[in-house]
């Protein structure tokens, strides 16, 4: 069978064989959550209420009135003990409401949906909304959002991305093999509110148990979606990677899917819109693999929303004493953790600890000008050039050179033999051509 698959781009070892078979355990709550006002990009929320309240799980505690934004929900039932700066596991100290357990679940539940096929479009929306769902493949893009496109940006199609192609997570993987019904439900709500007949499912070819469940529902429930197994190749659950790999459409360079009339959506994102549109459930709870050679026993656990890492850890048998690293995330895009107070957020799609045979620290050499870096870039930039300009503090030529459509994928440090961290400095650039942006839009004003 020709599997498909996108152009350039890399296949690093994944190393899934530590968690793939790990059904998927329920971590019971923890008598602590720190939940951030912010896990989402969009608007920042305001908290709704104030130390020494009691919450009900599910209870909206802050929000926002912007549209591009997302509440966030308690997690637990218990008492507000502080609204305090924590540690925030993209690496700074971020405002978090931490709540105390005091009990059992006491359910603040969405408004019922009686039937979706025959709700309105707006309630929909608004129930999704509610519900705090955002994408939960990393980008955390609010869901509401993406399923609302402009009138004048007509979509025909609709991807469901199953990819899962950062090495490590297992988490989409074992979702897809034991909830491919809630999957598949959330799929066709979300086609239903974008009103588009055709929808595709992309799985790469690395989860043969879980293309085979998806495709065994999908013929059993009489869904009209197509499987579209994929070859194996980082990073393609990057959407328009995804969207190129399923319907060789290309996404121009600073437009996004919708411009091509595509809708991608993670599984678990799928997943999350199911249970708020036919169980009234706000986004509480996700999917994370614990993973990597320094972990005890590595498990994909159901998890509540500002769970401590540390807590993942212990249900896994705590971490090895010959940990070097630990990540968020997988290796490629994910973020070195020094905290283990740091709270599982919604973009928390793994975390994973690996001793010293596995990462070992490199130096790094000048440039040969192999051209490794640009044969692995899947958005045809030229990297190391980028990586100087950001190292320099040149926007104009950043601005220039299409930094921007960067999609911070790693592949070019990954594949560069002399080891310089180009990816970083590109994110480096990235916030420099911000700051250029940001002074010229206030001289101007």
Known sequence: MKLSTFKKGLHPEDYKYFSRNQAIETLPPPDDVYLPLQQHIGAPCVPLVKKGDRVKTGQIIANSEAYVSAPVHATVTGIVKDIEKYYHPLGMRETMIHIQRDGEDEWDYLEKI??????????????????????????????????????DKPIDSFILNGVECEPYLTADDRLMIEQADKILLGMAIMMHILDVQKGYIGIENNKPEAIARMQKRVVELGYPFKMVPLKVKYPQGAEKMLIYSVLKRKVPAGKLPLDVGVVVNNVATAFAVAEAVCEAKPLIRR????????????????????????ELFNACGNVKDNVHRIFMGGPMMGMTQYHLESPVIKGSSGIVAVSGDLVEELLTFPCIHCGACVKACPMNL??????????????????EYGVTNCIECGSCAFACPANIPLVQWIKVGKLRLREHQAKLAKEKA
């Open 382 to 399: 030229l990297p190391l050039r980028i990586s100087k300009f950001g190292q320099r503090g040149m926007p104009e030529q950043l601005e």
């Open 287 to 310: 999917v994370i693999t614990v993973t990597g050679d320094g972990v005890t026993q590595p498990k994909n656990l159901m998890a509540r929303l500002g769970t401590p890492f540390k």
């Open 114 to 151: 009686r039937d979706w096929k025959w709700t309105p479009k707006e309630q929909l929306l608004k129930t999704i909304r509610d519900a705090g769902i955002v994408g939960l493949g990393g980008a955390t893009f609010p869901t509401h959002v993406k399923l609302n496109p402009p009138d």
